[in-house]
Nanobody, 125 residues
């Protein structure tokens, strides 16, 4: 089984930055795609960003709401995925989840079979 553990959440003021990390372990064969989702209280889980994992191209995908502000990256040698979040807005506040999937889809929760426990991001105005 694949194990995912998020870290790096916290409290930040609007306009500030935060970096999230996801540690991947437990399986020798990596997921084809890794992603970040977020879920605010009372709202649906929302796609944030994804990146190819099993392939060498490192292609990234972003939700329109975070384009130009967030950057997803990978370090396969360290089995780590990161999300650099800049120019944070109050609407970015949510629990952020790390996810792993087969790569056949990238933007829906059902595309991913493996999930971390989530890390809270709070943005004050």
């Amino acid at each position: 089984q694949v194990q995912l553990v998020e870290s790096g959440g916290g409290l930040v003021q609007a306009g500030g930055s935060l970096k999230l990390s996801c540690a991947v372990s437990g399986r020798t064969i990596s997921p084809y795609t890794m992603a970040w989702f977020r879920q605010a209280s009372g709202k649906e889980r929302e796609f944030v960003a994804a990146i190819s994992w099993g392939r060498t191209d490192g292609k990234a995908y972003y939700a329109d709401a975070v384009k130009g502000r967030f950057t997803i990256s990978r370090d396969n040698a360290k089995n780590t995925m990161t999300l650099q979040m800049n120019s944070l807005k109050p609407e970015d506040a949510a629990v952020y989840y790390c996810a792993g999937g087969s790569g056949w889809g990238v933007s829906r929760p059902n595309d991913y079979a493996y999930w971390g426990q989530g890390t809270q991001v709070t943005v004050s105005s």
